[in-house]
């Protein structure tokens, strides 16, 4: 079984380098946090920057968009969580969240809940219905913690990725982790979740320059996916169509068959190192995020 995908680039927009991109449940938007410190919503139906302004003077390395409250929440290397109105950009509210970068930032799909995930090593739970009060603190990897994402099959347990190698399983109720997976040889930059054959796996990115596929019902690793040339910086796999995607300091992005995990494409923009990857429910378009700018482009697919 291959697949058959046809790729089509819609457009790219220079920018400053880009750290994480989200798109919004509904609007044609795209929400860039780039180094500079700022963050910008580009209309990709319009091809036009909608909105764009300064957060603060570090690198925002991970933004998300709340669309059920309006809000952008931004987590930055000042080490500070900030909140505004994506409509009227009226800053909501700010605190100190950690004590060094945050590193990542993942809203609830259904509760009032945000997670952060930053250097000092550990993640923390939000609660915006109790005036942003830290509910939980999750506590057990042992270098910077690079990535949060939460189960979307079950959104009382969580992922975490860190420099320690490891990736940990998290419940919502424990501060301490479920369990962790072990395998990659270097940190591990970037996890996601997917579902294959009815069963839940993860995907995720490490500096060893691969990307592995978790069977975390069994806690094994049941396939490595190989052929970058530097640090896998960011992962995801399509809601849409049956393919993971890969993205690198190499400057490439890599779409691998979702079933089989054979390598389908590789693509390279010219835009420097690959840092975000965004998609959407619903939409075959897929955003990359790079050091120069960003890349939208569309995948139409299906099985031969």
């Known amino acids: 079984m291959s697949l058959s995908l046809k790729i089509e680039k819609q457009f790219a ?53 709340i669309a059920r409250e309006k809000w952008i929440v931004a987590g930055t290397d000042d080490a500070f969580i900030r909140v505004y109105n994506y409509e009227t950009m009226e800053k909501i509210i700010e605190f100190e969240a950690h004590k060094d970068f945050i590193r990542s930032v993942a809203v609830h799909p259904t509760l009032p809940y945000l997670l952060s995930a930053s250097d000092d090593k550990v993640i923390k739970l939000w609660n915006w219905e109790e005036g942003w009060k830290c ?4 506590e057990g ?93 960011t992962v995801c796999v399509h809601p849409e169509l049956p393919i993971l995607i890969t993205g690198s300091e190499d400057g490439t992005v890599r779409i691998w068959h979702a079933a089989t995990f054979v390598l389908e ?25 790079c050091d120069s700018g960003m890349v939208v482009i569309k995948i139409n697919g299906s099985d031969i």
Request: hydrophobic share 30%.
């Open 13 to 65: 927009q220079n920018t400053e380098r880009v750290k994480s991109i989200d798109l919004h449940p509904t609007q044609p938007w795209i929400l860039a946090s780039l180094y500079s410190g700022s963050v910008s919503i580009l209309n990709y139906e319009s091809q036009t920057i909608e909105k764009s302004f300064k957060v603060t003077d570090s690198p925002v390395r991970s933004a998300k968009f």
């Open 135 to 138: 509910t939980r603190i999750f």
């Open 265 to 289: 494409n590789t693509l390279n923009y010219d835009l420097g190192r690959v840092w975000a990857v965004g998609y959407k429910k619903g939409s075959s378009q897929v955003v990359f995020g």
């Open 141 to 233: 990897h042992s270098h910077y913690v690079m990535q949060v994402a939460i189960n979307p099959k079950d959104t009382n347990t969580f992922a975490s990725g860190s420099l320690d190698g490891t990736i940990k399983i998290w419940n919502i109720g424990s501060s301490a982790p479920s369990f962790s997976l072990d395998g990659h040889s270097k940190g591990v930059n970037c996890i996601d979740y997917f579902i294959s054959g009815y069963k839940p796996y993860l995907l995720s990115g490490s500096d060893d320059y691969t990307a592995k596929v978790w069977d975390f019902e069994t806690k094994s690793c049941v396939q490595t996916l190989e052929g970058h040339e530097h640090n896998v910086s």
